[in-house]
Nanobody
Framework: QLQLVESGGGLVQPGGSLRLSCAAS????????IGWFRQAPGKEREGVSC????????NYVDSVKGRFTISRDNAKNTVYLQMNSLSPEDTAVYYC??????????????????WGQGTQVTVSS
């Protein structure tokens, strides 16, 4: 059974950092691009970042460029999202997702087939 599990969320003060992890089980992560999405209260889910299967291509939404870094360790079947300089506007539930096998990076929710359960990130003083 293909499964994605996020971890690493929590409460952090403005300006702080968190590293989210997306662990895959039941499939070989190296065959999939991975995207990170987030959904803030009362807002639609938005694409934050994605990384290609080998990690050679990374994309970011403008609001996180220069602050967030996506990476992957295929040997550990895990993708990471390093989040620095966090602000209250980053507060959301963060999800990782995978498109079809050998699919490309995409910021569109409809391109993804498999989703984790999400991890809450709260930025507040």
């Amino acid at each position: 059974q293909l499964q994605l599990v996020e971890s690493g969320g929590g409460l952090v003060q403005p300006g702080g950092s968190l590293r989210l992890s997306c662990a895959a089980s039941g499939f070989t992560l190296a065959n999939y691009a991975i995207g990170w999405f987030r959904q803030a209260p009362g807002k639609e889910r938005e694409g934050v970042s994605c990384i290609s299967r080998r990690g050679s291509i990374t994309n970011y939404v403008d609001s996180v460029k220069g602050r967030f870094t996506i990476s992957r360790d295929n040997a550990k079947n895990t993708v990471y999202l390093q989040m620095n300089s966090l602000s209250p506007e980053d507060t959301a539930v963060y999800y990782c997702a995978a498109p079809r096998m050998y699919g490309s990076c995409s910021g569109r929710e409809r391109d993804y087939q498999y989703w984790g359960q999400g991890t809450q990130v709260t930025v507040s003083s």
